[in-house]
């Protein structure tokens, strides 16, 4: 351990250009990282002062502000608290999209080795992550381990958006709120599907309100599948008028997951995908979206399938002719996919309800007494592909695989707690892993037509500890249980590229962007009342496609079958009615909204969003209405749903992003009709000014339009 020589202070700033913003640091005279600039015109930003009046770049515990809560708090090999970081030097290098650039610090005293990595991306959208390694005679313990930890300086009006909730069926609850002095965190827990409690997802007006293409807006997404945390400390200052200071951290929650991270071993915080707009939450979409397509989700350019699914149709009550039925009424409709739910396994115990079964993955004699093949034939026979559930990370005590390792749970030495009858798999343990990854191989060998996967966890961690951890360093297991399922989510990838996979746990448990990697798609939300389904999706869009956002029409609600239909043709269309009981009226509102779907799922899943009347925000929250545009601008579908009663006078829609001088025919329906109502023509100059009035009044109503190009 000696003392490192620090990169001078006199050397280059570090200039970030993420994309529209950026972030400027510096080093100063002690060899201090130091924040220079960032927003809007961070990255150009040039030293006034000394380096050393900067806000530091990465507080740490025992570093030159007590009162700053750190970034990095650890307790080194000899029982030191502190950490004193220093710059040992910055490599810079071009990547596909963008650059990739490391800050290396180091601790002046202990070897410890902190690795800043930055990568900008052409969408606007900044990766960021830190690296921890060291040389010291025995374990370090990481205490906070943020994956950024920006500063800026907020005005008395700045708010934020949050998006937490009351656990299952109500994800992606839009909350704003005022920044206020003080430390705010959010955070989620239960380790599994942790994003049913908060999405992983803030939003920070710094200088005031933003609205859809007005005021700054820093966007930030920790793409992590496991506990996350945003902490924001605001301190005013004794100036009248004078702007706050925040300092923002954001990444893995470290709360009851100190890690353990032995010398020589590296430890990669999750990804921290986060960008500024000056221009609001319109173009901050953008760039997310941009970037997601980009950096995140599988095969963006591929058209999703739609999605017959039965879990709501039949829950766990089906047998082969029921299901055979279903995929004959699936193909008269018109989808591409149907998608055979949960229940469709167990032999020893029949899975006829959540309380067994989970670790069997053989079908149910009983319900399926020639397996999968018959049903996947039946699809294949009528043109479809056929799709399969399944929760490969779970075990029920009712199952032969529980009863042949029982070791093999998530456990300390309690007995385990039980949640929806079940038992989460321990993936730190190499048979489980392989384990895992089998149960998709087998099933998937069941026939060829199986070309779909929906992976749900339905379950959070009780009991977090693995025989595979030594007893000094369980907490470890919070990080190191998500890194095991992504190598197990990797390896399936690796093994069936050709395989699409849904992402689901519980609903959206488990909506982030570092799981989605794996994925095409994931379930939004079990939640599928179409009147919070509109709310939930728009706070879902601010970071994500819709290409990614799965929405089948149910019946949850008991709203009209029309409005359920047009709430999920704005996301990846898909069905989960029980099609035999559908009247023959509701059975061809279907197959015109199936048709819908068909001209209209390009635009939807791959054109730009245009977010015009807000559910969420204002006082008149009782409508929504969106568009997406052809990245052409050749085409557009546009959505407006009226939830409730209205609260106030109807907007006019103007549509923005179109080719101003180009003419589009319009037309609409509320899928009332086979054909759209011809609107006659109009321009595209004449829809950004003039706009479409507002035509609902009833709750439960939609209109959904479709603009050509001529
Ligand atoms: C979870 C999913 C549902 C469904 C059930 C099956 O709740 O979110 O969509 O698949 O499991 O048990």
């Known amino acids: 351990m000696g003392q490192n020589r620090p990169v001078t202070s006199d050397a280059q700033p570090i200039h970030i250009d993420a994309g529209g913003w950026g972030l400027t640091w510096a080093v100063d005279h002690e060899g201090v990282l130091r924040q220079v600039g960032l927003g809007p015109q961070g990255h150009l930003a040039t030293l006034d002062v000394d380096a050393r009046w900067y806000p530091i770049a990465v507080p740490t515990w025992g570093g030159p502000d007590p009162y700053l809560p750190a970034a990095l708090r650890v307790t080194h090999a000899d029982g030191m608290t502190t950490t004193r970081l220093v710059a040992e030097g910055v490599e810079r290098r071009e990547v596909p999209g963008g650059e990739h650039v490391v800050v290396a610090l180091r601790d002046e005293l202990q070897a410890l080795f902190v690795e800043l990595h930055l990568r900008t991306h052409g969408s606007g959208v900044l990766e960021q992550w830190v690296e921890i390694h060291h040389d010291q005679d025995g374990p370090v313990h990481l205490h906070d381990y943020d994956s950024v930890a920006p500063f800026l300086l907020v005005h008395p009006d700045a708010e934020l958006h949050q998006f937490g909730g009351g656990g299952w069926a109500d994800e992606w609850r839009w909350t704003t709120q005022p920044l206020t002095p003080g430390t705010t965190t959010l955070d989620s827990l239960g380790g599994l599907q942790p994003h049913l409690q908060r999405s992983p997802v803030l939003l920070v007006s710094p200088f005031g309100p933003s609205t859809e293409t007005e005021g700054d807006v820093l966007g930030l997404s920790i793409a992590w599948g496991g506990n996350t945390r945003f902490s924001l400390d605001v301190r005013p200052v004794p100036t009248p008028d004078a702007p ?276 095409h798609e994931f379930w939004t939300s079990d939640n599928t009342d179409p009147v919070t389904r509109v709310r939930m999706q728009w706070g879902c869009s601010q970071v994500f496609p819709a290409a990614a956002m799965a929405a089948h029409v149910t019946r949850w609600g008991e709203r009209p079958l029309d409005f359920a239909c047009a709430v999920a043709l704005s996301g990846r ?138």
């Open 244 to 519: 706050a200071q925040l300092r923002l951290r954001a990444g893995a929650n470290p709360y009851g997951a100190d890690y353990v991270l032995d010398p020589g071993e590296r430890f990669v915080t999750p990804t921290v995908a986060w960008t500024w707009s000056s221009s609001g939450r319109r173009e901050l979409t953008d760039r997310f979206h941009r970037w997601t397509r980009a950096r995140v989700l599988r095969d963006p350019e591929r058209l999703r399938p739609l999605v017959v699914n039965n879990w709501e149709a039949t829950f766990f009550e089906f047998d082969q002719p029921r299901i055979v039925e279903l995929i004959d009424r699936a193909a008269m409709l018109g989808a591409d996919l149907f998608l055979l739910d949960d229940g469709w396994f167990g032999t020893t115990h029949p899975r006829d309800d959540d309380t067994t079964s989970l670790g069997d993955w053989d079908p149910d004699p009983a319900k399926l007494p020639d397996g999968l093949a018959p049903l996947a034939e039946a699809a294949l026979e009528r043109d479809l592909r056929f799709g399969i559930w399944l929760e490969p990370e779970m075990v029920n005590p009712v199952s032969d695989l529980h009863e042949r390792h029982p070791e093999w749970v998530l456990r300390d030495r309690r007995e385990p707690r039980l949640h929806r009858h079940q038992l989460a798999l321990d993936p730190l343990l190499d048979d489980v892993r392989a384990f895992e990854a089998d149960v998709v191989d087998r099933t998937l060998a069941m026939h060829p037509a199986i070309s779909y996967v929906k992976w749900d966890a339905n379950r959070p961690i009780t009991d977090p500890s693995s025989s595979a951890l030594a007893s000094d360093r369980r907490s470890n297991l919070w990080v190191d249980h998500v890194r095991a399922t992504w190598d197990v989510m990797a390896e399936v990838v690796r093994r069936h590229p050709e395989v699409e996979l849904m992402l689901c746990a519980s609903g959206g448990g488990r909506t982030d962007h570092g799981t989605l990697r794996w994925f």
């Open 573 to 710: 269309f898909g069905i989960d009615l029980d099609l035999r009981a559908l009247t023959d009226d509701e059975f061809e509102l279907c197959r015109r909204a199936v048709a819908v779907a068909r001209r209209t799922q390009g635009l939807v899943q791959h054109g730009d969003l245009v977010r015009l009347v807000s559910p969420v925000e204002g006082v008149d929250r009782s409508r929504a209405a969106l568009a997406h545009v052809g990245a052409d601008r050749a085409a557009a579908v546009l959505f407006a749903y009226q939830l409730e009663a209205p609260d106030g006078s109807a907007p006019t829609l103007r549509i923005p992003g179109l080719d101003a001088a180009a003419v589009y025919r319009l037309s609409s329906t509320d899928l009332s009709t086979d054909e759209p109502v011809d609107l006659g023509e109009r321009t595209g100059e004449q829809l950004a000014a003039e706009g479409l009035p507002w035509p609902l009044t009833d709750p439960c109503t939609a209109r959904i339009w479709e603009l050509e190009r001529r």
